[in-house]
């Protein structure tokens, strides 16, 4: 026994301050990348599942009207989804306001 408490001691000896920190470090930075996967899975309320229906029937942004019908077929839907529906919507209607103005045709 007296050789595995030395192995021990030599071990104990050999992890510094440093190490400790970075261990605990990256312990938290896995806890939340686990807790923010698990919230990405979840599934929505119903006041999102409503602004999935209002998207849906919209007509200024077919890309994201098209996504929204298909989400709102789905039974149930979930946080990660939602948030890359409101990314399109968002980059749609920014894409929207600065497209110009359609000169109109000379006859």
Request: net charge neutral; with cysteine; charged share 15%.
């Given at each position: ?10 071990f104990?000896?050999k992890?510094g ?5 970075n261990?605990f ?14 919230a ?6 119903t ?11 919209q ?10 019908v298909?989400?709102?077929q789905?039974h149930?839907v ?6 890359k529906?409101?990314h399109?919507?968002q980059?749609e209607t920014a ?5 110009p ?5 000379q006859?």
């Amino acid at each position: 026994m007296s050789i595995d408490l030395k192995k021990i001691l030599q071990f104990k000896s050999k992890i510094g301050l440093e190490q400790v920190y970075n261990i605990f470090v990256s312990f938290i930075i896995a806890l939340i990348l686990v807790l923010g996967l698990l919230a990405l899975n979840r599934p929505i309320s119903t006041q999102k599942m409503h602004n999935i229906l209002i998207i849906s029937e919209q007509q200024s942004c077919p890309d994201s009207q098209d996504l929204a019908v298909a989400l709102s077929q789905q039974h149930e839907v979930t946080m990660g989804q939602y948030l890359k529906l409101m990314h399109a919507y968002q980059a749609e209607t920014a894409r929207a306001h600065q497209l110009p103005a359609l000169a109109e045709e000379q006859p």
